[in-house]
């Protein structure tokens, strides 16, 4: 059972370079997320997505941008790379019933370096 | 949005010791979880508990949603329970917006 799959696991860009990062999720969830994790600090979010064809913003979404057209990916890409946005980067899922045992399935991470 | 503060931010034990992390938020919430990040970066859902006790293992939480805070006891510590514990909230204004809290980081010495 794969889960949440991301892609790649590093990357680093130059500034203003952009790309995207892949998300997949194999357990037909309709939550989707992604978070981004500076060093020493918490996961803050960034998008959300509570099915296909609809995003909403979190609490950092200044420098990126997501879709979602199907129910199993939700990629996010970074137009113009910034230093600031060194991070390690992180998708989530989750079912859609708020009573279920573990609401987020976390991926591996993406590490990111803007230079 | 809804604040999460984690206590202590860092903490250092003998393996076999018994610990007692904090989370404390400042508004009624829908969800709430804890997790442990593990020293190669992997999230892990420990438990899902927005009220009440939960055990599992040597690891149990209680969250006490009208007073607003949680706490996560590990006992008889070992040193593959190292890395970073963190606490998630979901405010009952604010859904699908999890905010975490800064964590806890444990090390735990042999």
């Known amino acids: 059972n794969a889960g949440v799959t991301q892609t790649p696991k590093f990357r680093i860009l130059k500034i203003g370079q952009s790309m995207t990062l892949q998300c997949t999720q194999d357990?037909?969830?309709?939550?989707m997320y992604w978070y981004r994790q500076d060093p020493g600090m918490g996961l803050k979010l960034i998008y959300y997505?509570?099915?296909?064809?609809?995003?909403d913003k979190g609490e950092v979404p200044n420098g990126y941008n997501v879709s979602r057209s199907t129910t199993e990916d939700f990629p996010l890409r970074l137009e113009l790379a910034a230093p600031s946005q060194t991070s390690v980067y992180f998708c989530?899922?989750?079912?859609?019933?708020?009573?279920?045992?573990?609401?987020?399935?976390f991926g591996s991470g993406t590490q990111l370096s803007v230079l | 949005g809804i604040q999460v503060e984690q206590s202590p931010p860092d903490l250092i034990l003998q393996e076999g010791a018994n610990s007692t992390l904090r989370c404390n938020f400042s508004?009624?919430?829908?969800?709430l979880q804890w997790f442990h990040q593990n020293p190669w970066g992997q999230l892990i859902n420990l438990f899902y508990?927005?009220?009440g006790t939960k055990q599992n293992g040597r690891l149990s939480a209680t969250t006490v949603a009208t007073v607003r805070y949680s706490l996560l006891y590990i006992s008889s510590s070992q040193t593959t329970d190292s890395g970073v514990y963190f606490c998630?909230?979901?405010?009952?204004?604010?859904?699908?917006?999890?905010?975490f809290g800064a964590g806890t980081r444990l090390t735990v010495k042999p």
């Open positions: 997505s509570v099915g296909a064809g609809i995003t």
């Open positions: 998630a909230v979901e405010g009952v204004y604010n859904n699908n917006d999890m905010r």
């Open positions: 989530a899922s989750s079912p859609e019933d708020r009573a279920t045992n573990e609401k987020l399935f």
């Open positions: 508990i927005p009220s």
């Open positions: 357990m037909n969830h309709n939550y």
């Open positions: 508004d009624s919430v829908n969800n």
